[in-house]
């Protein structure tokens, strides 16, 4: 780790209060090993959890390396495609109730990884639709030959693009942000009139979460900076110029695989990192039925999914 990597105690990155009631410390990084104990802290202003010992801002970019899931090459089989086009297609069922039933169209993901969901979407929409992606570097993604998706690669704090979208999607974003309220209200910018944002967060009133306190697979420290439950994700859509329309929970295998698996190669003092050990897929498998009867007893879905549009 560089000599610049700095750890600080920071405030709430939704209201700035320094006021925050200690939860977890000497935590640690169970999925890529980067160096430093971290801690979560609750705001007593606002009650959202938060990483209250983090890098600071310039250190960020450094938490991700190439190692990091979203871009360490896959070599996907046909048993992991069909797994992740499953997940893909749900996604866009979803996307179109929320739509009714209509197809946008024009299409912005921001946080786009390494763009299997764009890749997907191009599959199967009709041609007239827009898809755009926007990725903090996107030269790790391969796009097919004659693709029509657009990539921007931006700051996510300086985002501005050239035009506006019907909708805005992000899968696991929002918990990385530093400043979501002022990440949100320049999202919210780029939605057309009666536009619809779609986000998708860990919840951490997830079941998994609290079997896995140190393990847990939306932990990802140090790169998640919020931990967000149904009224603090509301809350922060509502201050950043959205009115919430939904807020569910969602069957998210991962909640159990990727948990268990960080706890078993930490456990076990394994040099392989956690979604790339061969028990990872068996996991992802088994996962599925345990996070369906999860969801059946309790309302501690693993995922939370808000689809909020602008406010006026």
Known sequence: MSDDFKIVQGSCPSCGS???????????DVENNIQGDYA???CRACRLYYLSTRPDEASLPACYDQNYHVRFNRSLTPLRRALFNARYAGRLRRLRRHCGGKVPSSMLEIGCGDGSMLIYL???LPPSVELAGVELDASHIALPAASRIRLYEADF?????DRRFDVV???????HFAHPVENLSRICSLLNPGGL???QVPNWDAWWRKAFPRHWNGLQIPRHQLFLQPPTLEDLC????????????LIDPGDFAVSVCNWLTNRLRLKTLPRQ???YMPMVILGGGVAAITNLVSDRAGELEAVARPAG
């Open 18 to 28: 320094s006021d925050g009631e200690l939860i977890l410390d000497a935590l640690h």
């Open 40 to 42: 979560i802290s609750r």
């Open 122 to 124: 191009e599959q199967v």
């Open 157 to 161: 704090d300086r985002l501005d693009l």
């Open 169 to 175: 999607l992000m899968y696991h974003v929002l918990e």
């Open 197 to 199: 944002l779609l986000v």
């Open 238 to 249: 509502l201050r950043s110029g959205f009115r919430t329309v939904k807020i569910s929970g």
């Open 277 to 279: 050990a061969w028990f």
